[in-house]
Structure formats: structure tokens, C-alpha cells
């Protein structure tokens, strides 16, 4: 693959890494400052758990439907331009669930907010692997943990507005407006692809490769833990544990913390170990850590195991990005239908949580968050196929720790 670049000096690429990795922390910041301020919204529009978790719904629904026009659009105006563009439209997106008045108007807005966020993640990600191509080590792992810094900034930021009692609808446009200055500065220096394989238009919707069905599978169990974690610890503090706002938006800070220093350290394990053995891993410490959640019925045991359980799903996302980009000839696109199955689970984690919890308790939902986390154990050797398009019945060397390869 070619590149848009004229110079890909040393000097250039590491700006374009720099680039990159604040793209991420700011994409991550606007979840962090919306996840916060979940409970607020849900009080302001006057919802039941069950009504909320319809809402929470949404943006899944929008970025499962928008991510795979992600590779046309990029292909349209150029990886650079399209992620400037759809960047903006996410940030500024933050402002409008606060203003919803009701259910209908905020499955609206949370459909525009999960659209605008799925393609702007598609571009991110494929730009994330180019310049990890470009840069030959390995770098995606860290880069979603720049996107977890950021989650961290804006759960730490929304902490401190909910703490204070602040308006939602004030806290999030004064985030937007900085979060959107900060992401069009950040994208001005990020590589812009042009590869022979996007020379002719890639159709306006894409499935990825078939072997990329069962990596995409490990990503949605992987996103439903942290859909969950996101979405719903703070309100689980506040209902089931009957902590006040502050403690319960910690919550929501303490599992962004560990999910960002997990994927900062994360390159290093992955190289150590492999992706198989560190995603096993993984799910074993996330598995304890929901069981925790739920069998402790205690804030400072509910702190520990969110904690956990995001520590243990914190490298699993990037690992299958980073897997799908390579499945197939068009990084792009494969990234575009691997998200989409993959998200697919942040559409299905706020209604079955919310339904769940609507039938029995948020307890029972969040044990259904264990073994989810658990199927990460069982699930995690598949990351060995698919990135060189080996046949099913043979190992890769993704499974390979990479001091181990040639």
C-alpha cells in the first residue's frame, strides 16, 4: 500500500503516531463524558430502568447501520478528510442526549450520536493499523488505550459535574466544544492513506471475510463486559447498592482506569505472551471480576470487580481490530465488518441488561456479564487464524508471542 504522505520519514511517522493516539483519547473522552451523566439523563427524560435500557440501544443501532458505509465514505473524500468530518460530528453529538425530553426524542439523539461514533471509530482504527503498519511494531493495544485515557478524562470530568450537582445539558456542551477543537487539531496530523485497493469504489455495504466471523464473535462478547461496565455501573451503584451520584460515576472511573492502563502496557504483554494466551487471561480476570459484582452486594467489592472485569477486556478489542484489518485485502472495509458484528453486541447489552434487570435484578444481568466474560477463556484461540488468511485448521503465528517469530 502506497500513501498520500510524500515523506514517511522517522520524524513524520512519529507525529503521525502522536496524531493518531489523540484522535483516540478523544474519540474515548466523549463516551466517558455521556457515561457519567447516564443517570442524570435518565432521570431528566423520566425512565425506568427498562425504557433506559430501550434508549441505550441506540447508539449501537446507529453505528451498526452507519460503520459499514465507513469504507465509501473514506474512499469518497480520503481517509484524512472523512475521519476530520465524522470526528466533529461525534463530538458535537454529546449535547444532544441531554436535551431529550422523553424516550422517543432520545432514541433520536442516541442514533446520531452511535452513527457519527461507529464511522469515525471504522476510520481511527484503519488509520490506527496503517501506521502500525507503517511503524512495523505494534501499536494498536495502546492506542485503544489512549481511547480509555480518554474515557478516564471525561467519567473523571463528568464525576466532578455530577458530584457538584451541574446541569448535564451545560457539562456536555462545554465538553463538545473542547472535544471537537481538540479532535480537528489532533487530525491534522495523522497519515492519509491511498492504497491501489481503494482505487475502484468499495460497494456501499460490506460483510467481512469468513474468517473473520469468529474474531468479530470474540469482540462481541468482549464489548458487551465493557457496554455493560460503561452503561450501567454507575446506575447499578446507585440502585442495587444505594450509593450517592459521586461514588456511583466512580465507579464508572474506576473501570475506564483500568481499561486504560491495561491497553497502555498492553503492546508489551501481547508481544510477551501472544494474543491467545493474554486474551485467556483476560477473560479469567474478568470472569472474577463480575463475579465480584455480583456476589459481593458491597460498594467497595462493586468497585474492585468493575475494576476487574475492565483490566480483563481492556486488550481483547484492539487484538481483533488489529486481527480483521489483516484478514482481508481492504483494512478498511475488513475493520468496517468485523466492528459491525462486533458492535452488533453494544446494540443487544443496554436492552438485555435493562430487560433483564426489569424481570429480575441488575444482580442477574450483570451475571449474565460473567459469562460472557468467561466465553472470553474458551473463545480466545481463534485469534491464532485470520490475520494471514490461514485455513481453520491450521495455527498461525498469531498466536506466537513476537519475540518467538522470524
Not at 502522536?18 to 478523544?26: E, H, K, S, T
Not at 466532578?160 to 480537528?184: C, F, K, S
Not at 468485523?338 to 430487560?355: D, E, F, H, M, W
Request: with cysteine.
Amino acid at each position: 500500500m502506497t500513501t498520500g504522505d510524500t515523506a514517511l520519514t522517522p520524524a513524520r511517522l512519529r507525529r503521525a503516531r502522536l496524531a493518531i493516539a489523540a484522535v483516540f483519547c478523544v474519540h474515548g473522552a466523549v463516551t466517558g463524558s455521556f457515561a457519567t451523566r447516564i443517570p442524570w439523563i435518565q432521570a431528566h427524560a423520566g425512565l425506568d430502568s427498562g425504557t433506559l435500557g430501550l434508549a441505550l440501544a441506540f447508539p449501537a443501532l446507529g453505528a451498526a447501520l452507519a460503520m459499514p458505509l465507513a469504507g465509501r465514505i473514506s474512499h469518497r473524500f480520503g481517509t484524512r478528510t472523512a475521519l476530520r468530518g465524522l470526528l466533529a460530528l461525534w463530538t458535537a453529538s454529546l449535547v444532544l442526549p441531554g436535551l431529550a425530553p422523553g424516550l422517543p426524542a432520545l432514541c433520536g439523539a442516541l442514533f446520531v450520536y452511535g452513527a457519527t461514533s461507529g464511522m469515525a471509530d471504522v476510520a481511527m482504527n484503519a488509520l490506527g493499523v496503517e501506521t502500525e503498519d507503517r511503524l512495523g511494531r505494534s501499536i494498536m493495544s495502546s492506542l485503544h488505550g489512549m481511547w480509555s485515557v480518554g474515557a478516564l478524562i471525561g467519567s473523571a470530568a463528568g464525576t466532578v459535574a455530577a458530584h457538584a450537582g451541574t446541569d448535564a445539558r451545560l457539562h456536555h456542551l462545554l465538553a463538545a466544544l473542547a472535544l471537537t477543537a481538540a479532535g480537528l487539531i489532533a487530525v491534522r496530523g495523522v497519515l492519509d492513506p491511498r492504497g491501489d485497493a481503494e482505487a475502484e469504489a468499495p460497494p456501499h455495504f460490506t460483510l467481512p471475510p469468513k474468517s473473520a466471523l469468529l474474531i468479530g464473535a470474540v469482540g462481541f462478547c468482549a464489548v458487551f463486559a465493557e457496554g455493560a461496565g460503561l452503561d450501567w455501573s454507575a446506575v447499578y451503584l446507585r440502585d442495587v447498592l444505594h450509593t450517592d451520584a459521586g461514588l456511583a460515576a466512580a465507579c464508572t472511573t474506576a473501570f475506564a482506569l483500568t481499561m486504560a492502563v491495561a491497553r497502555l502496557a498492553g503492546d508489551r504483554v501481547v508481544d510477551r505472551f501472544g494474543p491467545v494466551r493474554t486474551v485467556r487471561a483476560g477473560g479469567a480476570l474478568a470472569t472474577a471480576g463480575g463475579l465480584s459484582v455480583v456476589a459481593l452486594r458491597h460498594p467497595a467489592g462493586a468497585l474492585a470487580g468493575f475494576a476487574l472485569l475492565g483490566l480483563g477486556i481492556a486488550v481483547v478489542v484492539p487484538l481483533v481490530f488489529a486481527a480483521a484489518a489483516r484478514s482481508g485485502p481492504a483494512p478498511a472495509q475488513a475493520i468496517a465488518g468485523v466492528a459491525t458484528i462486533t458492535y452488533t453486541s453494544g446494540l443487544i447489552a443496554p436492552s438485555a441488561i435493562g430487560a433483564v434487570a426489569d424481570a429480575t435484578s441488575l444482580v442477574v444481568s450483570f451475571g449474565l456479564v460473567t459469562l460472557l466474560a468467561f466465553a472470553l477463556v474458551a473463545g480466545a484461540a481463534v485469534l491464532r487464524r485470520g490475520a494471514a488468511g490461514e485455513e481453520d485448521g491450521g495455527p498461525s503465528d498469531q498466536d506466537e508471542p513476537a519475540a518467538a517469530r522470524p
